[in-house]
T-cell receptor
Framework: GQQVMQIPQYQHVQEGEDFTTYCNSS?????IQWYKQRPGGHPVFLIQ?????EVKKQKRLTFQFGEAKKNSSLHITATQTTDVGTYFC?????????????FGQGTILTVHP | DGGITQSPKYLFRKEGQNVTLSCEQN?????MYWYRQDPGQGLRLIYYSQIVNDFQKGDIAEGYSVSREKKESFPLTVTSAQKNPTAFYLC??????????FGQGTRLTVV
């Protein structure tokens, strides 16, 4: 079945450093979604990418969807302590934008002030 | 007040008991999902439903059961067949092709 892998599992940075997490799917995705879960909270949607090679930005966050629609990345520039949390990617298998939504294992980000 | 509500927030179960976790949404979403979260393992899909009276197994359905008799409700039963049920359970709903909205979660502990 479809598998979505994320690396790294953990990332510790000093405040002001950049951070990147990578997401790789075993199958082609119709879309990729990114979520953030604060400690003790529930996942909250950040963004969805649909097109091959698509790049979207939200302030200090840059999201990219690979040309083959099997990988994605999230890059945070100049991290802040408010960025602490677990970042998940998720996607629907190619050919459909509904149904089974598979999540990666997440990257736990710690930011040291 | 629109949203997705899970109850209870904390649940304790004795070994051998079945327990049911509630999930209700008033967002008029067609799709609903149940995920299990364990430390270091991300979100694993238990069951999902695209429409009333229909649901599909996810990756770890063994020991769980669901129903979707109403659009708003998608309860999850953790049966005695689930050998390691202690976990954080998250319910989500989604309009077709769009993002998932999560409830606050239920933390289940076997005592």
């Amino acid at each position: 079945g479809q598998q979505v892998m994320q690396i790294p599992q953990y990332q510790h940075v000093q405040e002001g450093e950049d951070f990147t997490t990578y997401c790789n799917s075993s199958t082609t995705l119709s879309n990729i979604q990114w979520y953030k879960q604060r400690p003790g909270g529930h996942p909250v949607f950040l963004i969805q990418l649909v097109k091959s090679g698509e790049v979207k930005k939200q302030k200090r966050l840059t999201f990219q969807f690979g040309e083959a629609k099997k990988n994605s990345s999230l890059h945070i520039t100049a991290t802040q302590t408010t960025d602490v949390g677990t970042y998940f990617c998720a996607g629907h298998a190619g050919g459909t934008s509904y149904g089974k939504l598979t999540f990666g294992q997440g990257t736990i980000l710690t930011v040291h002030p | 007040d629109g949203g997705i509500t899970q109850s209870p927030k904390y649940l304790f179960r004795k070994e051998g008991q079945n327990v049911t976790l509630s999930c209700e949404q008033n967002l008029n979403h067609d799709a609903m999902y149940w995920y299990r979260q364990d430390p270091g393992q991300g979100l694993r899909l238990i069951y999902y439903s695209q429409i009333v009276n229909d649901f599909q197994k996810g990756d770890i359905a063994e020991g769980y059961s669901v129903s979707r008799e109403k659009k708003e409700s998608f309860p999850l039963t953790v049966t005695s067949a689930q050998k390691n049920p202690t976990a954080f359970y998250l319910c989500a709903s989604s309009p077709t092709g769009s993002e998932a909205f999560f409830g606050q979660g239920t933390r289940l502990t076997v005592v």
